[in-house]
């Protein structure tokens, strides 16, 4: 059986997509992953495949002291990945990107070892242009950043089956709401300060239209919470999740978009601006465009209620949402590794 590894990570994004497309090939392909000690880590551990830990040093995208010994920890994170690559020997590298995927994508390149790794964004990470010309092929979400290289294939965004078809009367049972619309605040892997902020202050005026679900982050859960109101931490279960809403206020990291349009949810995205290379705000303005969601920026989260009330009456949204069309990258990832390596 051959053999694949998968790496990427430094937040959800980077590791829920390479999840989605390693669920398919559970049984077919002997699976592992390289990462960080951080959230990859957490969330593979329900997988059960070989982890790999090598911790790779993270640019802080300010002037800092920390960045001078990047170079350092690098160079003995390659070292690390290429001892333990030498003696798994997998036959193809899959990176997702983030800072975590370099060690692993510079190791197999020295190995000889075929890597494909996908982009999300409409521009490309630091990473991924790092890398580029080490893989075999770039994958893409948007058919524009697959042109920016010469190994570009645009293949779409990899969705997790486990999303679709969910029942939305169970999943309203699950969280115990009743026949009210349901708001999904959603903040990202470990949350929103400016959305968890701006969702608390406006909460009598959205509870007065909306039951609200609010996935918050860890550590940010709110004491005594009124009814109608019900937050976690983390949800595993984003399928009961997705089901059960009306409306969803969420950041603008592309997977959590794509996933959002292929279910049909009206979204009011806010994308991510500070300590952000801002690839978050040109998601957001390229599906704006295009009449599929709305946009608020971080600024003008004084006007939140209104906002959503808007999106939410907002009849030319819905429609775009129906006529969209769009293919799980899952499928398209799946056939371009058996394309590579067999």
């Known amino acids: 059986m051959k053999r694949i590894l998968f790496t990427g990570g430094g937040s959800a994004g980077h590791v829920i997509p390479n999840l989605a497309v390693m669920q398919e090939l559970k049984g077919s392909y002997e699976l592992a992953y390289m990462g960080t000690d951080g959230?990859?880590?957490?969330?593979l551990s329900p997988f059960g495949c070989p982890y790999f830990l090598v911790n790779c040093p993270k640019?802080?995208?300010s002037l800092t002291p920390k960045n001078l010994t990047i170079p350092f920890r690098l160079i003995s994170a390659e070292r690390k990945a290429l001892g333990m690559m030498e003696k798994s020997r997998p036959d193809l590298v899959f990176s997702?990107?983030?800072y975590a995927s370099f060690p692993a994508v510079w190791a197999a390149q020295k190995l000889g070892i075929p890597v494909l790794t996908h982009e999300s964004d409409l521009s490309p990470g630091l990473c991924t242009r790092m890398v580029a010309k080490k893989c075999r092929y770039v994958?893409?979400?948007f058919p524009e950043t697959a042109k920016r290289f010469p190994n570009g294939r645009c293949v779409g965004s990899p969705i997790r089956r486990s999303l679709l078809g969910r029942?939305?009367?169970e999943?309203?049972?699950k969280y115990g709401f009743g026949t009210r619309p349901v708001l999904l605040v959603l903040g990202g892997g470990s949350g929103s300060r400016a959305l968890n902020a701006a969702v608390r202050d406006s909460l009598?005026?959205?509870?007065?239209?909306?039951?609200i679900l609010h996935l918050c982050g860890k550590g940010n859960v709110m004491p005594n919470t009124p009814r109608g109101y019900v937050q976690r931490e983390f949800e595993r279960d984003m399928a009961s999740a997705y089901a059960c809403a009306d409306l969803v206020l969420s950041r603008a990291g592309s997977n959590t978009v794509f996933e959002l349009l292929t279910l049909g949810k009206p979204a009011l995205l806010v994308p991510l601006e500070h300590a952000s290379r801002g690839d978050q705000a040109e998601n957001a303005r390229y599906f704006a465009?295009?009449?599929?969601?709305?946009?608020?920026?971080e600024q003008e989260l004084d006007d939140l209620p209104s906002a959503l009330l808007c999106l939410y009456g907002n009849a030319s949204v819905r429609t775009s949402l129906k006529c969209y069309s769009s293919q799980n990258g899952t499928d398209a990832i799946i056939g371009v590794i058996r394309e590579v390596i067999g």
Not at 204 to 211: G, H, K, P, Q, V
Not at 289 to 297: F, M, N, S, T
């Open 289 to 297: 465009e295009k009449g599929l969601c709305a946009v608020l920026r």
């Open 96 to 98: 997702k990107g983030g």
């Open 167 to 169: 029942n939305k009367s």
């Open 204 to 211: 009598n005026t959205l509870l007065l239209r909306f039951d």
């Open 59 to 61: 640019l802080v995208r």
């Open 39 to 43: 959230i990859e880590q957490g969330l």
């Open 171 to 173: 999943a309203l049972s």
């Open 139 to 141: 994958l893409t979400s």
